[in-house]
């Protein structure tokens, strides 16, 4: 009996209907199609286009300035100049982060590890003292967790020199700021400073916009977080941004694996994809990864608005009436940012 072919049609096997009348005849069957192997593929297609990079002015300006600040700090000056970048949901923050990290990797030698980039996000609800003691599990102290806070504040400085470390990257930092009051603790601040003095080493802070606060209340500490960086939306009604939305969809039009051009940089389709993603990145993303899904798995040569309208209503507003949604006929144009609305409380 051919051993492949019984493993290749147990693979395909999904009901007891689809087995030979005679087992003993299985090498001479028919293989039933695998409907997975589709899905499989269809999403392995999505999932590399969703992988695409979305290059554009504001990225680009963050990814310089980063390399600006992590050049300096090579240079272990007395006050590293440092950078805060700020940005809401979705805007990019994280894959700024991890497309820098990824260009300096660790390097295990015998007696330690060089860690160019040192990059950590924050717990929801920080202190001094947990903050360290992720830094020190990310250093590799195998006794993070031992130490009062002072005590691991010094282990820190220690280990970013022993493990050459140029730059720090903390994300999330807005999780320092009640999210209610916006207060910050002033034992915050000062503790950041004295790591960033003590050790030479510059450090990039990322979060939302309410980051600012932290150093508000710090003036030296805000002296050195200059200049600063925001990633933020896309704004159809500024003339210079509304040519890089439409340069990203163009991109993207490019990227998709489909056999004819789609709707994505239609004169009359431009706008409901702003309005249907806020000008967010990871919206747009979104949106139209999904559109990919639905074209694929329907057998469709193209991205069309109706495709965008069940997308839509997939992964940005399952709830949605026809009024509220962009690619429907009876849509007016506007913000999707009133109470309830999928981008309420974005500036």
Not at 106 to 120: A, F, G, K, Q
Not at 181 to 188: C, F, H, I, M, R
Not at 261 to 271: G, N, Y
Request: hydrophobic share 35%.
């Amino acid at each position: 009996m051919n051993t492949q072919a019984i493993s290749t049609f147990s693979q395909r096997i999904t009901s007891v209907e689809q087995l030979p009348k005679n087992l003993l005849d299985l090498d001479l069957a028919t293989p039933i199609p695998d409907e997975c192997d589709d899905e499989d593929r269809i999403e392995n297609t999505v999932m590399a286009f969703r992988a695409n990079l979305v290059r554009h002015m504001g990225f680009e300006k963050a990814l310089k300035e980063m390399a600006r600040c992590h050049r300096m700090g090579r240079y272990r000056l007395d006050e590293p100049n440092c950078l805060l970048i700020t940005g809401e949901s979705g805007c990019g923050k994280s894959t700024l982060r991890r497309t820098y990290v990824n260009q300096y990797p660790r390097l295990e030698l015998e007696d330690r590890t060089l860690i160019p980039v040192l990059h950590l996000e924050l717990p929801s609800q920080p202190t001094v003292k947990n903050v360290a003691e992720r830094m020190l599990i990310q250093l590799g102290d195998p006794f993070a967790e031992k130490g009062s806070a002072e005590g691991k504040t010094a282990r820190i400085v220690t280990l970013l020199k022993e493990c050459g470390v140029e730059l720090v990257i903390l994300d999330e930092f807005q999780h320092f700021v009640d999210r209610s009051s916006e207060k910050v603790e002033y034992k915050v601040a000062d503790w950041l400073k004295s790591v960033i003095n003590d050790s030479k080493v510059p450090f990039v802070l990322m979060g939302l916009p309410r980051c600012h606060r932290i150093l508000e209340v710090n003036e030296q500490l805000r002296r050195r977080f200059l200049p600063r960086v925001s990633l933020h939306r896309f704004r159809i009604d500024i003339q210079d941004e509304r040519r890089q939305f439409f340069s990203v969809l163009k991109n993207l039009e490019k990227s998709l694996p489909l056999q004819s051009p789609s709707a994505l940089c239609e004169k009359t389709v431009v706008p409901r994809i702003y309005y249907a993603t806020h000008g967010v990145i990871d919206h747009t993303m979104k949106l139209i990864s999904e559109s990919l899904n639905i074209a694929l798995s329907e057998h469709r040569p193209t991205i069309d608005q109706d495709v965008l309208r069940r997308a839509f209503e997939r992964v940005i507003w399952a709830d949605a009436r026809d009024q509220d949604n962009p690619f429907h006929q009876a849509f007016k144009d506007r913000h999707l940012n009133r109470a309830g609305e999928p981008f309420y409380g974005y500036q």
